[in-house]
């Protein structure tokens, strides 16, 4: 065929392309005649592809050289591709795409030059790339034409195309080359010229703040208070991406030096089986794009997954092609503390360079809660060790009492202590604590507490216990000073020594209620203790009762305390009560006056002889 016949059979087959579209969109439910058209105008479009190869191989050469002659062949050959009106793909041996046409890039919504340089095995739908393959093949070796349906999946577009490939010598390459045909038989074309609809002004916009809305969204989330008390983070950032970003979600964390699999999330509408578990047990380390992006520290998009072995392999092979994967991004968690991969299918848009940027900045955000979650969770097992150290578990039994304790922790880690121990020849315990709140105040509560306990060995007389510890905390240089009270019980009798607490209260079968003396001057403020000590006899039926700070100068709404007074009257209220009946009515006054509102620690100890 001559040239301006090969232009007027184009001509011709463009018109009855455009024709068959008008058809399609004013008869939609009767497509049967449509679609035999578009399968017949198929035919002819590989038989004028095949036509067009012999007359490039036919086409003579000018006197002035090869060169000129191949200037022509390749002048043919573009005016072919620009004017011809169905979607040409020119692909090499291994199914790398070498040109296309304009046509394609309207049909698949790229500009042309996006997918050169690609596998085009990748836009065919996953269950059919190996049948794609193989046709390929077949027609490279054979040199027979085939013709066959298939589905592509580009820009979340899907088209099912009837496909024609066509073996090519191509001027200038020395392998051979395949042409594929594909004619859409079940999606409307864009009209030619029209722009692609994410690049609308309209919805930019809209994908921008769809951006700053997931940011605002992911940064709520992360700033919960539960986000720092539970590891949930990373599992609530996940399903966030997952709801509306990507098909796949892996979140891969740094521990001990090695990256580790710590959430995988699918898609709403995939079954949890084998594939699911697969992703879980594989190893980061296995996968090239989570180590570049440990290494290099910086995201990777994928805008059209080239290399399906990226992200690793599993039993049925590569991870990406088990995913059905066409578009990945993944972004660092932290400085180096992880990875984050986003995964979405071929039938949607793929990820852009500005979606990398806003997911950069969700792996930065989701760095911060981590470490803030595991610097709070480091700092409360510290708070939980110092409070085990200045309040026991458990009370143990004293030989002819009954004892009960509660312990308020208030809004932060405080200072208070109380305990019950074995000395020669009968019990001990002490209560205090020392002025002031933090992880400081509580480590020399827990230093009086523990002196209190190791002197106790040695003393009979709780006096000189104190007195001795005072010189110590004078000695060790701390600058706080702590109240405190300590008692000797030997049978009926308790000493009790005194460092600027609050005086015991006894309460008496009869509902009266008498003070001990208290008073004294708070340990490690002087070298020279000033501590006060007294005897007293608790009998059958009658409840010692001791008290922090906390308790009397608990304020209500009205910034009136708690005070001596009202404890005295809840107290004589409970005559004849168990020791844990009267812990528990105490603190209930307490949290009625005050409205529940705890700044300081509280702690009551009472012992009740039996």
């Given amino acids: 065929m001559t040239m301006p016949g090969l232009e007027h059979a184009l001509d011709a087959l463009s018109g009855r392309v455009s024709s068959l579209r008008e058809a399609r969109a004013a008869y939609p439910s009767d497509l049967a005649p449509t679609l035999d058209a578009a399968l017949a105008e198929l035919d002819t479009a590989a038989e004028?592809?095949?036509e067009a190869r012999e007359a490039l191989r036919n086409a003579p050469k000018r006197q002035g050289g090869k060169k000129d002659g191949g200037q022509r062949e390749l002048k043919l050959l573009r005016q072919v591709y620009r004017a011809f009106p169905v979607p040409v793909i020119v692909l090499d041996g291994g199914g790398v795409v070498r040109r296309i046409n304009p046509e394609t890039s309207r049909m698949l919504g790229s500009p042309d030059g996006y997918l050169v340089g690609r596998s085009?095995?990748?836009?065919v739908d996953v269950s059919r790339r190996a049948a794609f393959r193989s046709h390929l093949m077949s027609v490279l070796q054979t040199g027979q034409p085939a013709a066959f349906e298939s589905r592509l999946a580009h820009q979340g577009r899907t088209h099912t195309v009837q496909v024609a490939l066509t073996r090519l010598t191509m001027p200038g390459e020395p392998q051979q080359m395949v042409a594929a045909v594909a004619l859409p038989t079940e999606v409307q074309l864009p009209e030619p010229g029209a722009r692609r609809p994410e690049q609308t002004d309209g919805a930019l916009l809209l994908a921008a703040a769809k951006r700053q809305d997931l940011l605002a969204t992911m940064t709520t989330l992360l700033l919960?208070?539960?986000?720092l008390r539970q590891p949930v983070a990373l599992p609530r950032a996940t399903r966030l991406l997952a709801a509306g970003w990507a098909d796949w979600v892996i979140a891969d964390v740094v521990r001990d030096?090695?990256?580790?699999r710590a959430a995988v999330v699918a898609p709403k509408d995939h079954p949890l089986g084998d594939l699911v578990r697969q992703i879980e047990s594989a190893q980061p380390a296995a996968s090239h794009v989570v180590t570049q992006v440990l290494e290099r520290g910086s995201g990777v998009v994928h805008e059209m997954v080239d290399d399906e072995t990226l992200l690793g392999f599993c039993a049925d092979g590569p991870l990406l092609t088990a995913m059905g994967a066409g578009s990945m991004l993944c972004v660092p968690i932290g400085p180096a503390d992880g990875v984050l991969t986003l995964v979405?299918?071929?039938d949607r848009p793929p990820f852009t360079l500005a979606d990398l940027g806003v997911m950069q900045e969700v792996g930065l955000q989701l760095g911060l809660a981590v470490r803030a979650q595991s610097s709070f969770q480091s700092r409360s097992r510290a708070a939980d060790a110092l409070s085990a150290t200045v309040a026991p578990r458990n009370l143990p039994d004293v030989p002819g009492y009954e004892a009960a304790a509660i312990?308020?922790?208030g809004a932060s880690v405080g200072a208070e202590f109380y305990d019950v121990f074995p000395v020669a020849d009968g019990w001990a315990f002490a209560l205090g604590g020392a002025a002031g709140k933090g992880e400081e105040a509580a480590s020399v509560s827990a230093m009086v507490r523990g002196g209190v306990r190791v002197l106790s060995v040695w003393e009979s007389?709780?006096?000189?216990?104190l007195r001795k510890v005072n010189e110590a905390l004078v000695t060790q240089g701390t600058g706080m000073f702590v109240m405190v009270v300590a008692g000797f019980v030997r049978g009926r009798r308790i000493r009790l020594s005194s460092a600027g607490h609050h005086p015991a209260a006894l309460l008496l079968p009869d509902g009266s209620v008498r003070f001990a003396s208290g008073g004294g001057v708070p340990l490690g403020i002087s070298p020279e203790a000033e501590t006060e000590?007294?005897?007293?006899?608790?009998a059958v039926g009658e409840t010692l009762l001791l008290y922090s700070e906390g308790l009397i100068s608990s304020r209500n709404e009205v910034g009136e305390p708690y005070g001596e007074e009202r404890l005295a009257d809840v107290l004589g209220r409970c005559a004849g009560q168990a020791p844990t009946t009267i812990v528990k009515a105490v603190e209930a006054d307490r949290h009625a006056f005050s409205g529940g509102q705890v700044w300081d620690e509280i702690v009551v100890l009472a012992l009740r002889g039996v």
């Fill in 344 to 346: 979405r299918s071929h």
């Fill in 407 to 409: 312990y308020n922790p």
């Fill in 120 to 123: 085009f095995p990748l836009l």
């Fill in 533 to 538: 000590a007294e005897e007293l006899t608790v």
């Fill in 461 to 465: 007389d709780p006096d000189v216990v």
């Fill in 257 to 260: 030096g090695l990256a580790r």
């Fill in 224 to 227: 919960d208070e539960e986000a």
């Fill in 48 to 50: 004028l592809l095949a």
